[in-house]
């Protein structure tokens, strides 16, 4: 098994550009989480997910959209970027409702300039 | 709103020695408290879990204490070895029960250095 896989692993983006980090996990996972993690800081949940189809705001959802299709993939969508948004992205799946460990993707490291 | 955050931000120790590293929460209504280790480049990877209802859980070379009196919870690493030098983050779950979903808090982190 792959585990939770992201992608692209680096990206610099333009201010007002627009771009999807795309998340994938193989482990038939119902719950996805979004996180970034700003520099010397822990990570803020951005959005998650409870299973395709359904999806809402964490602490930060700001500026970012989501989506659930399928249970594989979890989408992030960044719509006008804008420096605030420099940030290592990452994805993460958990199993089952009291599960308490979160699998982590190796993120996706975003530069907005 | 809650948040969960760190005494020390960085802990140096020698290797063999035993390290502890310490987290204070305020959510009184989180189920479970994770400590997770995230190495230069990587995304955190699990370490080891405490429920609500519990003082004290051991793994591998690694304790976890949790005193809800105080709202403190510590993570012991024994024997530590220069493969434990990392950043060493807390986590709480947002709420209680059904209605959390898994939503984590994470505090700021604690670099651990572990000299030969």
């Known amino acids: 098994n792959a585990g939770v896989t992201q992608t692209p692993k680096f990206r610099i983006l333009k201010i007002g550009q627009s771009m999807t980090l795309q998340c994938t996990q193989d482990?038939?996972?119902?719950?996805m989480y979004w996180y970034r993690q700003d520099p010397g800081m822990g990570l803020k949940l951005i959005y998650y997910?409870?299973?395709?189809?359904?999806?809402d705001k964490g602490e930060v959802p700001n500026g970012y959209n989501v989506s659930r299709s399928t249970t594989e993939d979890f989408p992030l969508r960044l719509e006008l970027a804008a420096p605030s948004q420099t940030s290592v992205y990452f994805c993460?799946?958990?199993?089952?409702?009291?599960?308490?460990?979160?699998?982590f993707g190796p993120g996706t490291r975003l530069t907005v300039t | 709103g809650e948040s969960v955050g760190l005494h020390l931000p960085t802990l140096s120790v020698q290797e063999g020695d035993n390290s502890i590293i310490n987290c204070a929460y305020s959510?009184?209504?989180?189920?479970?408290f994770i400590w997770y280790k995230q190495e230069s480049g990587k995304g955190p990877q699990f370490i080891i879990d405490?429920?609500?209802?519990?003082d004290k859980r051991q793994g591998q070379r690694v304790t976890v204490l949790l005193n809800k009196t105080v709202k403190h919870l510590s993570l012991q690493i024994a024997a530590t070895q220069p493969g434990d030098s990392a950043v060493y983050f807390c986590?709480?779950?947002?709420?209680?029960?059904?209605?959390?979903?898994?939503?984590?808090?994470f505090g700021q982190g604690t670099i651990l250095t572990v000299h030969p």
């Open positions: 959510n009184s209504a989180s189920d479970y």
């Open positions: 997910s409870v299973g395709a189809g359904i999806t």
């Open positions: 482990m038939n996972h119902n719950y």
């Open positions: 993460a799946s958990r199993s089952r409702q009291g599960a308490s460990e979160q699998y």
């Open positions: 405490i429920r609500s209802n519990m």
């Open positions: 986590a709480e779950n947002m709420g209680a029960g059904g209605t959390s979903y898994g939503k984590l808090t």
